[in-house]
Structures are given as structure tokens and as C-alpha cells.
Nanobody, 124 residues
Framework: QVQLVESGGGLVQAGGSLRLSCSVS????????MGWFRRASGKEREFVGR????????VYAHSVKGRFTISRDNAENTVYLQMNSLKPEDTGVYYC?????????????????WGQGTQVTVSS
């Protein structure tokens, strides 16, 4: 079992920054990829970015590329999502997730463990 806990959400003005954290515990050797997803009100949950744990390669959604960055602290078993130049359309509940899929997926259905989510609100 893997437990994920997000933190760092909040209210920020457009153009501002936030850093989300995802603390991971449990059977941390059992997953290959950490992903970030978000769900805006009334919309489907969508992929934001992911990091392959071995090697650290990252992939981002087109809508956040160049503004968001995923990083990690191995010693703390924590993954971060640095969000810069935030826009009102970035508003939503952000989730971190862990996948056991060896293919480093971007599809939410390939992720096995999820955090509870943290709210990010960007005001215009």
C-alpha cells in the first residue's frame, strides 16, 4: 500500500506562483511513476505532468509546459509541483498519484494510488 498526502494549495492572483507537495509513504518501492492531475469544477480530471522515478524524466501537458515543474526529494520521499505564471484556468483540485505501470503513463486510469487532493484557486 502507498499513501499520498498533498499540501500547498491555496488562493493566488494570476501571474503568481504556488508549490504543491506530495508526501509519499508505504510501499514506495512498488511504484514507477509519480503523476500530477487536476480537476476543475464541472470538468473531468486531467493530466498535468508526471515524473518517472528512475531517471527523473518528466512529461507535461501542453497547457502547463514551461510554467510547471515537477521535482523530488528522495530523502524525504516527497514530490513537488512548482507552478509559476498561474492563470485562472489553472484553478482546480490538484492530485498526486503513483503508478506501478512500467510505461510511465499519462492516463489517470493507469495510476494505482491517489492523494486526497488540494485546492488551487487563481483569481484574475
Amino acid at each position: 500500500q502507498v499513501q499520498l498526502v498533498e499540501s500547498g494549495g491555496g488562493l493566488v492572483q494570476a501571474g503568481g506562483s504556488l508549490r504543491l507537495s506530495c508526501s509519499v509513504s508505504g510501499r514506495t518501492f512498488s511504484w514507477t511513476t509519480m503523476g500530477w492531475f487536476r480537476r476543475a469544477s464541472g470538468k473531468e480530471r486531467e493530466f498535468v505532468g508526471r515524473m518517472r522515478w528512475t531517471g527523473g524524466s518528466t512529461v507535461y501537458a501542453h497547457s502547463v509546459k514551461g510554467r510547471f515543474t515537477i521535482s523530488r526529494d528522495n530523502a524525504e520521499n516527497t514530490v513537488y509541483l512548482q507552478m509559476n505564471s498561474l492563470k485562472p484556468e489553472d484553478t482546480g483540485v490538484y492530485y498526486c498519484a503513483a503508478s506501478q505501470n512500467v510505461g510511465a503513463p499519462t492516463d489517470q486510469y493507469d495510476y494505482n494510488y491517489w492523494g486526497q487532493g488540494t485546492q488551487v484557486t487563481v483569481s484574475s
